[in-house]
């Protein structure tokens, strides 16, 4: 059964830290998403990944940076949290594109981040 | 990025059909149409797509217009288990490594018992 994996289902920090998420998937996929989703706004993208170490700026990348150093692992950082980042974060994979296929997106469960 | 147009919330009796529908009446040649669904505490999941013609899978039935200007994912028989926000997504194809996807505040489908 494919997976993605989050570190955190419940994550609460204060304003100024450093926070990492962290994401896993087992199913050896190429591209790698974070999103956050906030009410009445639906699922925005943040950051994603082609591959290792490479990322791409989604819709709303101010005040986060990611990193991939390996094909498995996409972390999400917030290198000082705001309490306008309080958030669910989810994390999605998906393999590479190929045209007319699904390529469906498999995301995980989401960490829900209250910065206080 | 071309837009989808979905009604807030539905409700429908469980057993029945359910019609959820999606406008998107500036889609052009390239773009597919996806749906996926986010049950109750879960990430989203993918639930069907297509091109231009009706297309059916183990979860629900795709019927796009002619004119490609709207869609409806059909649930055959609604079940409690349904219960969810239900996204409609136009996706290009006319890029190579076109992966983001665009999510709306989709319909949120409420299943009475």
């Known amino acids: 059964d494919v997976k993605v994996t989050q570190s955190s289902r419940y994550l609460v920090k204060r304003t100024g830290e450093k926070v990492f998420l962290e994401c896993v998937q087992d199913m050896d996929h190429e591209n790698m998403f974070w999103y956050r989703q906030d009410p009445g706004l639906g699922l925005r993208l943040i950051y994603f990944s082609y591959d290792v170490k490479m990322k791409e700026k989604g819709d709303i990348p101010e005040g986060y940076s990611v990193s991939r150093e390996k094909k498995e692992r996409f972390s999400l950082i917030l290198e000082s949290a705001s309490t306008n980042q309080t958030s669910m974060y989810l994390c999605?994979?998906?393999?590479?594109?190929?045209?007319?296929?699904?390529?469906?997106?498999?995301f995980g469960p989401g960490t829900r981040l209250t910065v206080l | 990025d071309a837009k989808t147009t979905q009604p807030n919330s539905m409700e429908s009796n469980e057993e029945e059909p359910v019609h959820l529908p999606c406008n998107h009446s500036?889609?052009?040649?390239?773009?597919?149409i996806h749906w996926y669904r986010q049950l109750p505490s879960q990430g989203p999941e993918y639930v069907i797509h297509?091109?231009?013609s009706n297309v059916n899978n183990r979860m629900a039935s795709l019927a796009i217009a002619e004119d490609r200007k709207s869609s409806t994912l059909i649930l055959h028989r609604a079940t409690l288990r349904d219960a969810a926000v239900y996204y409609c997504i136009l996706r290009s194809s006319s890029n190579f490594g076109n992966e983001k996807l665009t999510f709306g505040t989709g319909t949120r489908l409420t299943i009475i018992p």
């Open positions: 297509g091109l231009t």
């Open positions: 999605a994979s998906s393999l590479e594109f190929l045209a007319g296929l699904g390529n469906e997106q498999f």
């Open positions: 500036t889609i052009s040649g390239t773009d597919y």
